[in-house]
Every structure is written in structure tokens, then in C-alpha cells.
């Protein structure tokens, strides 16, 4: 068995009482089949469940029994909650694949999370100097922006006038308002 694959003798409790113990969920579950193994989540500070399961069966048709006959009232009730039981899914160790960047090549991020093709340049963009000695970077030391200076993407920014015109837009609404409830 692969570290992806699902144990197919596995099912997975969850809506437990916090009143849940091994032996209730052996009695609940004894008659579907022999099981080699319980185990529950528990608050450490409590000794509580915190409302899941994993159990598994000695054979795989155990577990397809308890999935598709324990799922239904009265089999699944357990202190005025009704137990949801289902296969138990492969672990997959919380990795997921990192996404492609969006800018692709054009990304002028040297520390960007996402995954580039072939060709991005990691190290980030010099800045180099310009002919009246000072060098082509603005502010805080940040290569100057624009498609020509080693493919740098420029920066999307609104522009001041266009808030101002919305809060201008606002200001005239409720100047409008104020003026027709006088």
C-alpha cells in the first residue's frame, strides 16, 4: 500500500457526542463486523471527544457494511446526535501543489511564492546608472518600473484624481439628499 492509497478497512466518524468512548463506539458498530481498532480525537485539557473517529474493521467488506447500513436512524444515534460514518480518505501530508504565477515570465517579483516556467529571472532586476550618475531606481531602492529596464512590470496604481472625483460623486449625493429633506 502507497503512502496515497486509503486503507480500505478505515471508516471515519464525525458529528460524535463529546460524550463519545471507545466502548460506545464498539457497541454501536459491533455488529457490523469485527473491529481490530478505535481511536478518537480527545481535548488534552478535558479527556473529551472532540467529535471524531477513525475505526478500523478486520475486512473490507466490514467497513462497506458499517458505510452503507450504520449511516441510517436509529444504527448511526448516539446521545441525541446522529453520527455520520464514511470511508476514510487517503492522507495526503497537507501539501498542496503551488499554483503557476499569473505574470508568468513578466513577473518582476524575486521572492514570489508562485511557481514561474522555464526562463524567469529569480534574482531581482540592478539597477543601473544612468548618465547623469545617479542610478534608475526610485524611492526605497526599487528598480525603476517599465517594460524596457530588464522586463520590470510596472506597478498598477489608482490615480489620486479618480478617488477624489468618487468622493466628489459622494459629497454632491449627499449634499442632494440633505437639500430634498429640507
Keep these: 500500500m502507497t503512502d496515497k ?9 464525525r458529528y460524535l457526542p463529546r460524550t463519545a468512548t471507545e466502548a460506545r463506539i464498539r457497541e454501536m458498530l459491533s455488529s457490523a463486523g469485527e473491529i481490530t481498532r478505535v481511536w478518537i480525537s480527545k481535548d488534552k485539557t478535558t479527556d ?29 444515534h448516539m446521545d441525541g446526535k446522529n453520527v455520520v460514518i464514511e470511508p476514510a480518505k487517503a492522507w495526503d501530508d497537507g501539501k498542496k501543489e503551488i ?3 499569473t505574470y ?5 517579483k524575486p521572492d514570489c511564492y508562485f511557481r514561474h516556467p522555464a526562463g524567469w529571472a529569480h534574482a531581482p532586476v540592478t ?14 531602492g526599487a528598480p525603476a518600473a517599465g517594460g524596457v529596464d530588464g522586463g520590470v512590470r510596472k ?11 468618487k468622493a466628489r460623486q459622494r459629497a454632491k449625493k449627499r449634499a442632494e439628499k440633505e437639500s430634498a429633506g429640507e
Design 48 to 76: 473529551e471527544c472532540k467529535g471524531y473517529a477513525f475505526v478500523n474493521f478486520r475486512k473490507n467488506a466490514m467497513a462497506r457494511n458499517a458505510v452503507l447500513h450504520y449511516n441510517t436512524w436509529p444504527k448511526n
Design 127 to 140: 539597477a543601473t546608472k544612468s548618465s547623469s550618475g545617479g542610478s534608475k531606481t526610485k524611492g526605497g
Design 104 to 108: 508568468g515570465l513578466e513577473c518582476s
Design 155 to 165: 506597478k498598477k496604481v489608482r490615480s489620486k484624481t479618480r478617488l477624489g472625483a
Design 5 to 13: 492509497e486509503a486503507d480500505k478497512t478505515e471508516v471515519y466518524l
Design 99 to 101: 499554483a503557476m504565477c
